[in-house]
Structure formats: C-alpha cells, structure tokens
C-alpha cells in the first residue's frame, strides 16, 4: 500500500487489474504480487529491522520473512516504478527514471531483485516499510493466497506510474474517496482491499499511518450458515456486504 499526503488528507496509489487477469480481473488493488523463488536467496544490502523483527511481526520464518520484504520492494518498483532503496542505508532514490531497463528485466524476470541492487550498489530499504495486515484466501476458493499487506510513503521524488501489463487504470485517491467510488459501483473491491481502505482511512496524515504499531493477526474469511445458506464472514463483514454495490452497478467495470 503506496500512499503520499494530499491536499484532503492521506491518498493511497491503486490500479484496476486488467481483464484477463487470472485472479481478481478488473478489481481494484494495490500494487503487489507473489514471491519469487530469487527473493531473499541471496545476500541483500539492507538497511532497517532485520527479518528477524519481520518474521515476529508476520509470524513466519526468518528466511520467508527476508523474502517478503523483498518481493514488496521488488513488486513496488516493477508495478508502479518506485524503488524503495538508495546509494546508502539513511538515503533513497530521488529518481527511478535510470533504472527502466531494469525494471522491464526484473519483471520478465531476467534478473532477480539482489543481483539488481548490487549491480547499482543500491541499499534495500527495509526501514521505509511497515508490517500491516495478513489475509488468507477462503479455503474454498480455486487460487489461495496468503497475503502479507505493507505499508510505504512514496519517496520525495519519485513518482508512481501505470507501466505494467497488469494494470488498465491507476490513480491517487483518498481512502474514503475509493470506498465511495466502490458504493457507487464505480469499482470491485475484494474485501482484503476494503478492509485496508476503511483502516487507511482513520489517520489523518502518513506520519501517523507508519508511526502505529500493527498487531497482525491472520485472517481467513470463511462461509458460514446463515438463513438456509451461507455466508462469507470476516471481521467488519456485515459493513461490507450492506455497502456492496449490486450486479448492475458494477456491470461496467466487470472485465466481458
């Protein structure tokens, strides 16, 4: 979760998933994806909490937390162009524009994320993400994923772009803008994103968002009986479903 301080308060970058995506075609998201079999196989320069600290926080291994913080960067910087790394562990690129061709090759996966880095003699970055949220896919689902959420403030500098395959449309919008647009059926939300879209919007700046301290509990969103049938419950759930836009509204926005 990308987000930057705006004229209305914090905004968060999102992108619409393009249609032919396998998983959550034409959705909403944040930019993301899965691990690499190269993330975190390698030694990394890093700077910030050691993955020790992230594998409390995720309540994971050391090694899978090493690389989670590394597909976080890697997946940052190949979906929307921003690099959370520098020349020196207290410094940040002020300007990714130089490193493009890397990034088309660290996508295809030509290169793996550690040989980029020591290739620039660039520093990852840990220190400028935060452990957020841990959602598991309902065990009934065909595609299940265990999703790590982290939050980032966008570097000074740098700028968050739409050059990935995987995104039709990208913006900048405030955490109750998005949800509004969702009421609307202006866009699909799954509920992992609507629930970090409804905790985004408590804070009123970004200081605040990295200064809190998460207490990460996983979740998996699971059907339960309810009136002769079933339904998926999670926390917040019933907010969810009695916001949720009906079939016409979304029509639009539902990839053909």
């Not at 960067?73 to 890397?102: H, I, K, M, N």
């Not at 109750?176 to 699909?188: E, K, P, T, V």
Request: hydrophobic fraction near 45%.
């Amino acid at each position: 979760m990308l987000v930057r301080d705006g004229g209305h308060g914090p905004e968060v970058f999102l992108q619409r998933r393009v249609g032919a995506m396998a998983f959550a075609a034409g959705m909403t998201v944040f930019p993301g994806g899965g691990v690499d079999p190269t993330d975190g196989s390698a030694e990394i320069a890093w700077a910030g909490p050691e993955p020790a600290w992230w594998a409390e926080r995720f309540a994971t291994s050391e090694a899978r937390a090493k690389a989670l913080v590394c597909a976080a960067v890697r997946e940052t910087f190949e979906e929307c162009g921003v690099l959370l790394a520098g020349p020196r562990a207290e410094s940040v690129v002020a300007d990714t524009s130089g490193y493009q061709e890397a990034r088309g090759r660290l996508e295809r996966r030509e290169v793996s994320l550690a040989a980029f880095l020591a290739q620039e003699r660039l520093v990852l970055r840990a220190d400028l993400l935060r452990p957020w949220a841990n959602w598991i896919t309902p065990v009934v689902e065909p595609r299940r994923y265990d999703t790590r959420f982290f939050l980032a403030v966008l570097p000074e500098g740098q700028r968050a772009d739409g050059a990935t395959s995987e995104a039709a449309e990208v913006n900048w919008r405030t955490p109750a803008a998005a949800l509004a647009g969702w009421r609307a059926g202006a866009d699909i939300l799954l509920p992992p994103t609507w629930a970090q879209l409804v905790a985004l919007g408590e804070f009123a700046t970004t200081a605040a968002m990295l200064a809190q301290e998460r207490v990460i509990e996983p979740i998996m969103p699971e059907f339960v009986g309810h009136n002769g049938g079933a339904v998926l419950r999670f926390p917040n759930g019933e907010r969810y479903f009695a916001d949720l836009p009906d079939v016409e509204q979304l029509r639009s926005v539902l990839p053909d």
